[in-house]
Nanobody, 110 residues
Framework: ARLVESGGGLVQPGGSLKLSCKVSGIDGSYTMEWYRQTPGLQREMVASISHFSDNIQYADSVKGRFTVSRDNGLKTLYLQMNNLKPEDTGLYLC?????WGQGTQVTVSS
């Protein structure tokens, strides 16, 4: 299995980014998740979405600002991040079952 994230970068506070995670080598139905890792802290689950998008969950810190979605035909997971804050800075990784991507860095700074 392979998970490849993209879309990270440097953005000013209040800005937006859209992350993508392209999946290959995994078949069937599965929940997809976004995690965020910051130096010295454990990985924090940011958003989770079930196979048919009927069960979506967010960390309290991102509710109302982030939107998770997926395209099962393209085997791609997305994370639309709006009104970004400096505390959103971190390495964003996607996860399926026990598989992790390498992550894409998001830095929110003026």
């Amino acid at each position: 299995a392979r998970l490849v994230e993209s879309g990270g970068g440097l953005v000013q506070p209040g800005g937006s980014l859209k992350l993508s995670c392209k999946v290959s080598g995994i078949d069937g139905s599965y929940t997809m998740e976004w995690y965020r890792q910051t130096p010295g802290l454990q990985r924090e689950m940011v958003a989770s979405i079930s196979h048919f998008s009927d069960n979506i969950q967010y960390a309290d810190s991102v509710k109302g600002r982030f939107t998770v979605s997926r395209d099962n035909g393209l085997k791609t997971l997305y994370l639309q991040m709006n009104n970004l804050k400096p505390e959103d800075t971190g390495l964003y990784l996607c996860k399926i079952q026990w598989y992790w991507g390498q992550g894409t860095q998001v830095t929110v700074s003026s």
